[in-house]
């Protein structure tokens, strides 16, 4: 019933949270309930709720984990102004656990939202662009990397 | 380490998930809204960039009444708190004339010296007419009096070391300090849970910054181990030099730091060490001397301490106490010696009135009294609160004691209803502590009585069965006990 929690040693409080016990099942949870919502709001069959869900996940975590740079607060004075959060978390170590299932998570629901859509197209097409480009984000070699220099530095 | 109920820690995240989520999406329609109105800048770059301050304008600002209450009396045990309103949900809050009476749990106020002493006060006002309000200069030009002279005197031998140098702010002593010890080619280990202050000295010094977990010194070893045989980044050359800082007591948890073995460990690699006794200093140890003389570490070992005026003294400022060479140093390098003002003449009679209260100096018993009062005070409001099912942190002995609160909207629900029945307590939350970890911090002081003590905790009880923190289960009351022993029989 109760989880230890030890402080990590990240300095950076905008990605240490994500370290604490809790953080992947409430994820998992946000998503499941919304594909509830999805299924409830707009009355459709649960393969089209998923890819719903699906590419509404793509939308939010691009934007937030590989497009939005820098820090909420002030206080950490700009030092992570050119950062994604993506390459904030854990100090900028590659390939750690966390990073892991982050990864693992828009694969999986693409997975789900192509099994109950049959592999139909249109919806195939967009779900695998999105799992497409959220996972090569998410690779090490992209660390740092703008494309084309788009969402550079000034 | 915390023990969170894990449903407590999946609903903590969902309510911060769902406020970040709010603010998003008002900062979607605002910039929506922004672009049709003309902009005021006209080819000026915006102060702020739109992401730096959303915590602040979408988070803090919605419960901002329940921080920096403006209050109308000196911070004793009880005091007057100016009541306020808003007509725009907490955007500005205005200030009325009432006042409210209101039982003080967050002022530093360890020894009672934030009220009038009878030995501080009026030695304190005679300073006043013979000194003057401020020294208007720096150490340096023409801003040493008698005072300041006596005080880094007095100083020096409350704390043990040969020698000590004060400043007029404590925050200031840290960043301005640790610039001048370490520089580019040093290596700075620091608690995880290190002050702000201590954290921006260390960026501003320009040295290696590596993070140990908080209070662990196998963690502190492994770290050091690590970065001696690696050296500096690149070049891989030996550090110029290695400091280690921790905190006495750590403002947000009241833990005691593991001194003897950190002190130990750091001897065995010839890295010296910094000794942050903010809120230790005169508050613990037999005769107030701090949590070196808490935990029998000989002072002599701690190459640098560090302390401030503002918590148990009844003043401001900070000092630096340590070797005769160090102090010398400093007083030629550090620019808040060189170019700060002094500290006010009557807050440095203050802060020499109240050592000399602490030591028994002044004829009387009442700072021995004051350190026995401060101790049970805090053991008895720990034991009462622990037993009735609150996760408080900290040691025995500390007069800090945050009660983990974890949901955001538990945070501004204890606070004002606390307000209502007239205790005052002060919150923190993200960005000062980790995201779940929101906590409400209770400072004990030695002004407190037992009767007080006895109101706080029916009011915090009541209102921490409102608001749902009571954790983990309260403890039977011995009277149950009994009567279960005597129906069995």
């Given amino acids: ?154 | 380490m915390i023990a969170i109920p894990y449903l407590t820690a999946l609903s903590t995240y969902f309510s911060y998930g769902l406020l970040f989520a709010f603010g998003q999406l008002r900062d979607f329609f605002r910039k929506i809204v922004d672009w049709w109105r003309a902009s005021t800048l006209d080819g000026y770059a915006p102060i702020c960039l739109g992401l730096e301050d959303f915590y602040i304008r979408r988070l803090y600002l919605r419960i901002q009444d329940c921080f920096g209450r403006p209050i109308s009396s000196a911070p004793d045990a009880w005091f007057d708190v100016v009541e306020r309103y808003s007509n725009d949900n907490n955007k500005t809050l205005k200030r009325t004339t009432k006042t409210s009476k209101c039982l003080n749990l967050g002022s530093y106020n360890y020894l009672g010296f934030a009220a009038a002493d009878e030995y501080c006060t009026p030695r304190a006002i005679e300073s006043l007419k013979k000194f003057a309000a401020s020294t208007c200069s720096t150490r340096v030009d023409g801003g040493t009096t008698m005072l300041h002279t006596d005080l880094e005197e007095c100083v020096a031998r409350f704390v043990g070391k040969p020698a000590a140098v004060v400043f007029g702010m404590g925050y200031v002593t840290n960043s301005a300090i640790l610039p001048i010890l370490m520089g580019k080619g040093g290596l700075i280990i620091s608690d995880s849970l290190n002050h702000n202050s201590i954290v921006n000295g260390a960026r501003g010094s320009g040295a290696t910054i590596r993070v140990f977990q908080h209070n662990t010194p196998s963690h502190l070893e492994t770290v050091l181990r690590e970065q001696i045989a690696e050296g500096q980044p690149r070049t891989h050359r030996p550090w110029k030099k290695i400091m280690v800082i921790v905190e006495g007591i750590y403002s947000m948890e009241g833990e005691l730091c593991k001194l003897p073995e950190i002190v130990s460990i750091c001897k065995k690699y010839k890295a010296y060490v910094y000794l942050d006794e903010a809120h230790s200093i005169g508050a613990v140890g037999k005769s107030g001397r701090g949590v070196c003389e808490l935990l029998g570490v000989d002072t002599a070992d701690v190459d640098v301490m560090m302390g401030t005026f503002t918590k148990s003294f009844g003043s401001c400022g900070g000092y630096i106490a340590g070797s005769k060479e160090l102090v010398q140093y400093l007083k030629y390098t550090c620019p808040a010696h060189l170019y700060g003002t002094a500290i006010s003449p009557p807050g440095a009679q203050q802060i020499i009135s109240s050592i000399k209260v602490i030591l028994g100096e002044d004829g009387s018993n009442r700072g021995a009294q004051k350190l026995a009062r401060i101790r049970e005070n805090s053991n008895f409001f720990r034991s009462e609160l622990q037993k009735m099912g609150f996760e408080v942190l900290g040691d025995n002995d500390s007069p800090v004691m945050p009660i983990m609160l974890y949901n955001p909207a538990k945070i501004p629900a204890f606070s004002r209803e606390c307000l209502r029945q007239k205790v005052a307590v002060v919150t923190v939350a993200f960005p000062a502590t980790p995201l779940l970890l929101a906590r409400a911090r209770i400072c004990i002081s030695a002004a407190h009585t037992k009767e007080d003590l006895v109101k706080a905790l029916e009011v915090i009880s009541g209102v921490g069965d409102l608001v749902g923190i009571k954790y983990f289960p309260a403890e039977p009351n011995k009277q149950h006990q009994e009567h279960g022993t005597i129906k069995l029989e």
Wanted: charged share 10%.
């Fill in chain 1, 1 to 154: 019933m109760y989880v230890r929690a030890v402080p990590p040693t990240d300095l950076n409080r905008n990605t240490e949270w994500f370290t604490y016990p809790g953080v992947w099942t409430t994820y998992i949870i946000i998503l499941f309930t919304s594909w509830f919502m999805v299924l409830c709001l707009l009355g459709c069959s649960a393969g089209t709720a998923w890819t719903v869900v699906h590419l509404a996940h793509f939308i939010v975590t691009y934007h937030f984990f590989h497009w939005k740079k820098g820090t909420p607060f002030a206080d950490d004075q700009g030092i992570y102004n050119g950062l994604t959060w993506w390459e904030q978390i854990e100090n900028g170590k590659q390939l750690t656990r966390n990073r892991k299932f982050l990864t693992v998570v828009p694969v999986v629901l693409y997975l789900i939202a192509s099994h109950t859509t049959d592999y139909q197209n249109p919806m195939l097409f967009f779900n695998t662009l999105a799992v497409f480009v959220l996972v090569v984000a998410k690779f090490p070699h992209m660390h740092k990397v703008r494309i084309f220099g788009i969402n550079g530095d000034f």
